[in-house]
């Protein structure tokens, strides 16, 4: 009653309606209710047919906008003052509707679309504010009364003003205001924007402020149905590229708050139409963890890049047939994403218990022929080697099989050459690579093209052939040095049985000793070696003063066949 009392005109007058709403009652009079609202007229006129001076009780459970709007459109009735403002000028119109308050004079209703002219929907914060009163229980009436309809239009037109002619700094402070809305609202409003022909820029900063305010305001208990929510009503990638940095850090919050699969594989998506505007730096905070110390996503950032070299091989045969502009610009856009992935696959390579298969995965997703060269990729490969220690040759093989060392620079197939960490198989591919390169440099020495000819041309191929020429020494060296350790033994097991061993040597059918091995292993290795044997005669070389050597051939005899 203490409630009531403020716009009950006498209080001598008994009260012979009561209205419930929501758990609140209102004492009222039918004299009053009755020529104003035809809801309550009919539900008066069907509940008082035995007695039409008994009190009527009515229950109005479902009136949109609750005990609030039902106490302000009762004032109307009263003729007490009350006040419309943006947050509750939608639940009246949709309460005036719902109580068909339609008097000549247009009643409750008039005077609400009198002020939502006038004042309500003429700013942007007064627009988001209607357009926020209209969410929850009040949406399904305010969608058929057009009331939300128009709030987005008219938040969206504000939007458009403010951008060609801004009234705040910095310009973009509108963004932020769409935080207030409900994921469904801010589709409405997008939806509004795209009708007025906004420009992406201004799609692209509505999506993206919108999405980071909203989550960054979320609570951990909805966090994950907030996400979704946010994701399901982002606009497309043909109505508005979203920035690839944004959509990592979307890609990374949805993962690690485990929603659902079809939020994610929109995601990667979205991220592979524009990865090549990524980084690796926003790659890396993919695969990472929140305090960027672990590696925990290497899945979805292969999907992603898969993703974009399917695409890109899709767009490739299309480009094929068009101008060769457009197709040198998708080679270079998947060359440059090939390079942020060896730059990742090197940075989580570092990690111990990183496992082959997932970093085979990322280094593995861009094809090998997407690379000019393999260096980086090398680089990460030997990283991972150099962390992972503990690896056999097959593991180490699997590891080696995402490079191409054919495809190595000379400066890379050397060091692999004298790499211990690399499997047998990946030196032996650079060393056969090398010698390849050599002969096909003395073949093709009478027909040197261009490149050959040059200055920069022969110090290239004098300085592989060098290098070529010290690994051949270094080897000569090496077993040049076992031999003489086997030398050095078998003279100390000779000392003492000299005798025993010249009559071992003349027994005929015995196999050669390892004296003789040697001798045969160094006259191979003897540079003075003439005719595939040791020169016989050597008694007529002299040296004189101011002449040359002159070597005496030994007599060749003719031996004749009886």
């Not at 993206?208 to 149905?225: C, M, P, V």
């Not at 049985?497 to 003349?506: L, V």
Request: charged share 25%; glycine share 6%; aromatic share 4%.
């Amino acid at each position: 009653m203490e409630r009531t009392s403020q716009w009950v005109s006498s209080q001598d007058v008994p009260t012979d309606l009561i209205v419930r709403v929501a758990g609140a009652a209102f004492p009222l009079h039918k004299a009053v209710m009755v020529p104003k609202c035809g809801y309550i007229r009919k539900a008066v006129a069907m509940a008082t047919r035995p007695d039409p001076a008994a009190t009527v009780e009515i229950e109005l459970d479902g009136l949109p906008g609750g005990a609030d709007a039902f106490e302000k459109a009762t004032r109307y009735c009263y003729g007490a003052n009350f006040e419309i403002s943006a947050r509750n000028a939608a639940p009246l119109l949709c309460a005036a509707a719902f109580l068909d308050m339609q008097p000549a004079d247009g009643g409750l209703a008039r005077r609400v679309e009198e002020f939502l002219a006038q004042a309500g929907l003429r700013t942007l914060l007064n627009a988001i504010a209607v357009l926020r009163s209209c969410e929850g229980p009040l949406l399904v009436a305010a969608e058929e009364l057009g009331v939300a309809r128009r709030a987005a239009d008219a938040v969206a037109l504000r939007i458009c003003n403010e951008v060609l002619f801004p009234t705040r700094s910095p310009p973009e402070w509108w963004a932020s205001e769409l935080a207030a809305l409900s994921p469904a609202s801010f589709h409405r409003v997008f939806a509004a924007l795209r009708c007025r022909r906004a420009g992406p820029e201004v799609l692209v900063a509505a999506a993206t402020a919108y999405a980071e305010l909203l989550l960054a305001d979320g609570k951990a208990s909805d966090h994950r149905a907030l996400l979704e929510s946010v994701v399901a009503v982002l606009p497309s990638a043909n109505d508005a590229p979203l920035p690839a940095a944004f959509l990592c850090r979307l890609l990374h919050d949805a993962v690690t708050s485990e929603a659902s699969a079809k939020t994610c594989r929109d995601l990667e998506l979205r991220l592979a139409a524009v990865l090549d505007q990524a980084t690796a730096g926003d790659l890396l905070a993919l695969a990472l963890d929140g305090a960027g110390e672990r590696v925990i996503n290497t899945e979805s950032l292969r999907r992603v890049v898969a993703a974009f070299v399917e695409r890109e091989s899709g767009a490739g045969r299309n480009r094929r047939a068009s101008l060769s502009g457009a197709a040198a610009l998708g080679a270079g856009a998947l060359q440059k994403v090939a390079k942020m992935v060896d730059e990742v696959a090197a940075e989580i390579a570092t990690d111990e218990s990183l496992p082959i298969s997932k970093f085979v995965g990322v280094a593995g997703a861009v094809p090998k022929d997407a690379r000019a060269t393999h260096d980086c990729l090398y680089r990460a490969v030997d990283i991972y080697l150099k962390a992972h220690p503990k690896l056999d040759e097959i593991e180490r093989e699997k590891v080696c099989s995402v490079m191409d060392t054919l495809k190595l620079s000379y400066t890379a197939r050397i060091h692999a050459s004298q790499n211990k960490r690399l499997p047998l198989q990946a030196v032996l591919s650079a060393l056969y690579y090398d010698q390849l390169k050599l002969r096909s440099a003395g073949v093709g020495h009478d027909d040197e093209d261009s490149d050959a000819r040059s200055e920069a041309g022969s110090a290239r191929m004098q300085a592989k052939a060098d290098a070529a020429l010290a690994r051949e020494n270094e080897a000569l060296r090496s077993e040049l040095a076992r031999m003489r350790a086997h030398m050095s033994s078998g003279v100390q097991q000779s000392k003492g049985s000299g005798s025993r061993t010249a009559a071992t040597a003349t027994v005929p059918g015995k196999k050669a000793s390892f004296f003789g091995s040697m001798s045969r292993t160094l006259s191979r290795l003897n540079p003075f070696r003439a005719g595939g044997g040791w020169s016989k005669d050597t008694s007529s070389i002299r040296d004189s003063r101011g002449g040359a050597m002159n070597v005496v051939k030994p007599k060749r005899r003719r031996s004749s066949i009886s």
